[in-house]
């Protein structure tokens, strides 16, 4: 069974930014090879990304699109860029910009406030783990724990109040049906 986003959730690429905003990086250049004469015989195209506006998007999965419009694998690209000698060079390079976890939205403090007054333990259950899965922002998880522990100790009381009025309903039940059969009559049978 599919549960519904309730949480925003990272993006699960990696950022770079750069001072200069159209920084090109050279992972292999465009070679020509040339025939018996020395003539250009044909022509290995390179591997180049590019910042735009002082920004690249590593995507964690999929593919990244390369300068020239051609698609290469991320994992690569990452790994590449991680031990540039560029990196980290605020002036001439490029540096990793780690995301930071926003505030709560109102939506998701809504959400979060609408499965406590529902009294819905496993959508607050499967909120905590989205938001554990993703931001990890810890007073949301905190306020959401609080919200699923209250909710529990609401459910457990109804629960004895109803076994209570069960137990409660079957007594005067049964009083009830003792009062209507009284003592057994003679001559019936």
Partial sequence: MATEQMVSVPDTGTLFMARR????????????TRDAEGLPADTIPGEAVAFHDGVLRVPAAGSIRLEDGRDAKPTEILAWLERHPLKDDIQEGFWRVDPTAPAPSEEELERLQDLAMELNAEGLEAFIEQERKGWERAKLIKT?????????????????????????ARAEGERAAAKHEGPARPGKG
């Fill in 21 to 32: 905003s159209e920084l090109r990086l050279v992972r292999r250049p465009i070679r020509q």
């Fill in 144 to 168: 959401a724990e609080n919200s699923l522990a209250k909710v529990r100790e609401r459910l457990e009381d109804s629960e004895e109040r109803r076994t209570q009025a069960l137990a409660q």
